[in-house]
């Protein structure tokens, strides 16, 4: 399993800088799917196959589609570097680094040696899921359309000819 | 009685209020009369509460009224109350008194000006915010109206705004007295933290209660605090420079405020506080040679002065200087008579002052007045009483109580020899520089500009009456202290005794004995009165008999001459020393050093444009460039976690 | 695994009756004529204050709700009534100016509505998954309100830069909670504190654990601007429509004070003093670098947010002083900073005229003798917002440099101390232009909408009310601060 996971981890990884770094908006939603796509392995290699269905039949389906759909409607050509901020061209990326650094640091000093936990996995199966998401957290669930609610009014609000 | 004593206060805040709002739609008339019938309340109230107090049968106990808290927070407790005594009462009636007749006198002076509701409103606030200040019960609310009183004078110093001078006065005033409040507040922390309390009544029974000598430093520490506060407010040495700026305002502002009462303040702070500087002697010595040199400090630059309201200006510094040393050598009830007296005769050379101007058109250059006294003989009159009351001439008011502060800097409790003699001879300079502004104003052959000439006349009735009353009280006012040498009963000075009397006797049981035998009274009274009359003598010389003697004398004291008439360079040597370095490194800080030096020197362009202002740090910061902003909320991000995993 | 039951419902009854409005407020948006799109402002206020009301009706039931992810108690009370206040002032001094600024549109009520649910939740929730969805919420909606004038290139540059460096940074808060989740496998914050009071310091894994903090730490400083994640404030402070600034520089602020009192002196105090030192050096970096700031601008509406940011700074030194002095002057403060900062934001709105032309200090000048009332007031939100005595402004900071002292940060108050000194230089400099300079102040031209004069004596009412008896609110406040769990 662990030889799986470094590798769809170091995937999402490097897709997700291929997404941030292409210049071409399409190719950025194309490394995105791929993003999707090895996180769906990764969580199916946690043992949670639902999310990982959902996960690529809504991201990687569903949102991908809109995405790339718009990127095409928009005509959006190649992004044209629009870079004039000096302390983000000298300090961004050694800062991200120093960033991760110690960030690694602090997983190294948590988990000094590679240890295994072979815990048991919880069911996460659609019943289990479902019941999690309807009892426990139903409140986080209702309220989660509120916040989709205020994004879609947004939306309108930023994007509409006239309101 | 707790409502007579908030009707004491209530009248001008009314007054402000409806000037303030309305004022512009009423009449002159009207403004006037609101402002002038609102002190003319206020000193009704003061009366009648005195009349009620002495009938009271607890007096001369003070009489405390606690109206509601005010703050509450843990142990810290200060509610919104009244403290009265006789203190208060001679500070309510004074204070009152003379600022009714200012209010009288400014309806005339202030005609031709615009705001004129404006000015009544902040001068009605004034008063309202200074009786809050003398019946305080407790220091936080004193400090209401100690900082309201600055406001106020920082409002009317700025009162002619469009001039750049007035609106500069303002703000000097305004610094630099808040570096003395900055002392003041300290003050006041460092006395909670030792009593607990910051209640007048509470804190003074504790102190008289204390066994001396203890709680020494603290006590001592807070004393020299307070007094900072005192220094700042009442301008004495080194925070003195504001007060003569503060001239640009209005004259019957420079009356009021700058001569009779917020200046002060401080006095009458360090006399309520008197407890407290019985258990601190030595925080008492140092007011007591703070007001003494700056007394003669502030009298030496007066000898030089031709602006007219500075040089009347450096005479109140020089007079809130005697107070202090009347405070200061253990006789608070001398400096409070000083005070009163001195409000008097001050406030009406002030007005005389405004009334020469406003003959003038706005002249206050001496050198271009002379011969006044015919044209303006009401004028001339009043400013000659006021002259020679300030001067310690035997017979007014200012001879009796500025003789009540020598006689004190000899034999009070911690009085000194040395203390005596520079106070004298500030005696015979104030005769001096006092005689040579009458002198050179009224008497002689007029050097009036020609153009101004024909204008020259005597003011209008609102403003000669008000200077014939307070004449009346410049002569008076010392009567009520007659020394006891001259067969009188030093009536004020007893009145106020149940006051201070703990105070004094715990000074005279700790202090050492003057050394040497103390003068008779009557010697003590000689020997000012010789060095008044001495004072008179050279100017009258001077400035009447031999007109060419100060030119050629300060042809051959040339130096010293301009080092007076340059007020020895204070001002300069602020500037040179405070001032331009702040401005100067905030600009290297800001700029160079974290703008330039550590963005963009060392990582972009190796320190090159690296002559702009000190916002360039901001704009830079600010370039409103989104890549910048993110990086900056990564390197936070980035500095804390190095922070934390560095631990 | 729990079920629904009627207390759960009422625990969050203002929540839910503010967001049952905001999408009564779209229902009814398209049927109401252009000129007419007031009556929803008017609407939304009823909402608020009926939410005011459930409010009440809560505070009988107080209680976890929801499997314990909302705490309906006394300091979440308090919370959501401050936003409720934040919210009714915001709207009775919008109506004018949108209509002037042709942008009177229902969806800026419904998503100032929408704002104040949001973070209604973040004050209200135990849960970090909850703070998270609260915080969401309300920056959604502030993004889009600060981009409310669409045909002003500002407000739109002012939307974009905080809608991408917000998302950047509540990125840093979910990486947080992700990592708090997979160290102790919970998000609830009384599950977490249990845990902690059973070890007595953050464990498992106390390296890891700091990170996490301070990851979540680094979101919220962001919205509370404190440097350097201050740097998005003065383009979007200036940028938005004002009545939408004003709502910006109290509210999200305050709710995020809400939650990092929570996080910080709630549920983690006991953590012991490892942010201890971010907070001090955030609260002396803020200060300074903020009133500072403030000196040198030359537009009101940056220099208010300069000194928003300052405040900041201030609260902050109340967080240092740490749970048992610090909450009841936080509480106290924010209430204050609410009052002086939305009344002054709302009126320099007003005086800006349309188009927001006049917000120069200049334009100001001789505003005392034109408009000696409208000078008065903002006279009274300047001298408050300096501290000065028998203002709130005055109290506020008292509390807060008194609770500092008692907690030994003498260094710290120095500093404030200092500061706010400084910061009387940049107030005045107002004031100063206002009746020191002759001239004829170019904001003075129209006369106040009687909506926006009501919230103008809302606040300096308050203002003078909590100056002169801070006591009763200040008891308020100690109640309110007692049941951070």
Redesign the interface.
Known sequence: MAPLFYIFAVLAILAALSVVLQRTPVYSALSLIVVLCSLAVVYLLLGAEFLAVIQVIIYAGAIMVLFVLVIMLLNARQETPS??????R???AP??L??LG??L???W??FPAATTRAAALPDAGPRAVG?LLF??????FE??S??I???V??A???AKKR? | MEVLLLLILLPPLAGAVLNGIFGRRFPQAVVSAVACTAPGLSLFFALLTAWTFAHLPTEPAPYVHSYFTWIEAGAFRADFALYYDRLTLVMTVAVTLVSFLIHLYSRGYMEQEGGYYRFFAYLNLFLFMMLTLVTAANYPLMFVGWEGVGLCSYLLIGFYFPRKSASDAGKKAFIVTRIGDVGFTLGVVLLFWTFGSVDFQYVFTRLEALPPGDLQGSLTAVGILLFLGAVGKSAQLPLYVWLPDAMEGPTPVSALIHAATMVTAGVYMVARSHALYAHAPLALEIVAVTGCVTAFFAATIALAQNDLKRLLAYSTISQLGYMFVGCGVGLFSAGNFHLMTHAFFKSLLFLAAGSVMHALSGELDLRKMGGLRHQMRTTWLTFLVATLAISGVPGLSGFFSKDAILAGAREGPLGDPRLYWLATVTAGLTAFYMFRALFMAFHGASRVQPALEPHVHESGGKMTRPLLVLAFFSVVAGYVSLPKALGGGEWFHHYLQPVFASSQALLSSTAAPAAGHAPSRLAVMGTSVLFAGAGFLLAYLGYVKFTGLPSRLTECFRGTYQLLVNKYYVDEVYDWLIVRPLRRGSEIFLWRIVDAGAIDGLLVNGSAQATASAGNLLRRMQSGNLRSYATWVLLGAVLWLGYILLR | MITVQADDLVRILPQAILAGFAILVMVFEPFLPAARKTLLGWFSLFGVVAAGAATIRTSFSPGLAFGNSISADRFSLFFICLFLLVAALTLLGSFHSLERENINHGEFYALLLMATVGMCFMAASTELIMIFLGLEISSLATYVLAGFKRQDALSNEASLKYFLLGSFATAFFLYGIAVVYGLTGTTNLLVLSAQLGRSGEFRPGAVFAWVALLLMFVGLAFKVSTVPFHVWTPDVYQGAPAPVTAFLSVGPKAAAFAVLLRIFLGAFASAGSGVFWVFWASAILTMCLGNLAALLQSNVKRLLAYSAIAHAGYVLVGIAAGRGEGTAPVLFYLTVYALMNVGAFLLVAHLAGTGERWTRIEDFTGLGYQRPAVAACLAAFMLSLAGFPTTAGFFAKFYIFRAAVHSGLIGLTIVAVLTSVVSVYYYFRLIVVMYMREGKAEAASASLPWALRVALAISVVGIFYLGLYPTDFLLLTNLAAVPLP
């Not at chain 1, 870079?83 to 983000?88: F, G, K, P, Q, V």
Request: aromatic fraction near 10%; charge should be positive; charged fraction near 20%.
């Open positions: 870079d004039r901020s000096r302390l983000a000298w300090l961004g800062l991200l120093v960033f110690e960030l640091f602090a997983v000093e948590r019941a009892r426990s957290y139903v409140l986080p309220v989660t509120i916040l609610l205020v994004a009014l947004g309108v609000v930023l309101l």
